[in-house]
């Protein structure tokens, strides 16, 4: 198997005050030791409620923010080790999508400018180059040339997404981790959003993490899924597998939308571990572990 990113045993610990009454702190583990391996080419869903982790194994994936502990390999090599210029070269193999478009978006630039920026920073292109390669991403994303000189508040929610694939394409990754890239849009136009990135994923061979807190969001567009409960993994497996049989009941939960407030007491005094079931399934549930 070619794995393009493994990211092993990662954690991300946050301190979160008690409040005016209570002295001293708490701590947040955000992320609690998530093993990932994305596969060249394929498309991870990582499915789970709101507050689960998700965004945040995302920006500890991007190196938007530094792992408590942990390793992230990007083709091999040690993603935390790089620094300075070396680092900045590493960032162009992996991109993000972000869940609202228009924060995500500078202001204050031209379409045409921020899908540039990228080009120009990693000397993709240069002189006349640019600008061919930004009206033809722009065609790519399904936005007319006219939308180059304009600016991110002119165009609707859907546009602005398109907007922001297009800068993510930009650089040519390796790697597109999307996070929730259709939670904020109108429900009639996230098909349209889903269907092309779809596209793009069979165009270009990109590899990709597509975060969703919906199983149905991610049900076409992953090969394999991650669900997340708590910051852990708690069940891996390829899609079809899990739609067919789920067997986490944190998992059966989710297919059937129904909340899962609590999983097992066990679990909260032993966590189980994560134990391959089948071929290809991990789970990590003490229904399974014995
Ligand atoms: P998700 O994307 O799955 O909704 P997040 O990764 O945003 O979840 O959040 C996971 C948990 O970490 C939540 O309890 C959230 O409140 C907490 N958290 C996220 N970022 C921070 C931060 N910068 N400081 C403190 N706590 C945080
Ligand atoms: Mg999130």
């Not at 708490?26 to 998700?54: F, N, P, Y």
């Not at 009206?135 to 997404?161: D, W």
């Not at 929730?180 to 069979?202: G, H």
Request: proline share 4%; net charge positive; with cysteine.
């Amino acid at each position: 198997m070619d794995i393009v990113l493994k990211a092993e045993r990662i954690t991300k610990y946050y301190r979160a005050w008690a409040g005016v009454f209570r002295r001293g702190s708490s701590i947040v583990k955000a992320v609690d030791g998530v093993d990932l391996a994305l596969e060249r080419g394929k498309t991870l869903g990582l499915v789970g409620e709101s507050g689960c982790g998700k965004s945040t194994l995302a920006r500890v994936l991007m190196r938007l923010e530094e792992p408590t502990s942990g390793r992230i390999y990007i083709d091999g090599e040690d993603f935390l080790a790089f620094r300075g210029k070396a680092l900045r070269r590493e960032r162009r193999k992996i991109q993000m999508i972000f869940q609202d478009p228009y924060s995500s978006l500078n202001p204050r630039l031209t379409v045409g400018s921020t899908i540039a920026e990228g080009i120009k920073i990693h000397k993709i292109a240069k002189g006349k180059e640019v600008r061919e390669r930004v009206m033809a991403l722009l065609a790519k994303v399904g936005l007319p040339p006219s939308a180059e000189n304009k600016f991110p508040h002119e165009f609707s929610g859907g546009q602005r997404q398109r907007i922001g694939i297009a800068r993510a394409l930009a650089v040519e990754p390796e790697i597109i981790i999307a996070d929730e890239p259709v939670s904020a849009l109108d429900v009639s136009v996230r098909a349209q959003i889903i269907n092309l990135i779809k596209d793009i994923q069979e165009e270009t061979g990109v590899s990709m993490i597509f975060i969703a807190h919906d199983l149905g969001v991610v049900k076409n567009v992953s090969d394999t899924l991650a669900v997340m409960y708590l910051g852990k993994i708690v069940e891996l497996a390829e899609t079809d597998a899990i739609f067919r049989e789920p067997l986490h009941p944190y998992t059966k939960g989710l297919l059937a939308s129904i909340p899962v407030a609590e999983v097992m007491e066990r679990c909260t005094k032993e966590p189980p571990r994560l134990v391959e079931i089948g071929s290809n399934r991990l789970v990590r549930c003490w229904l399974h572990n014995e």
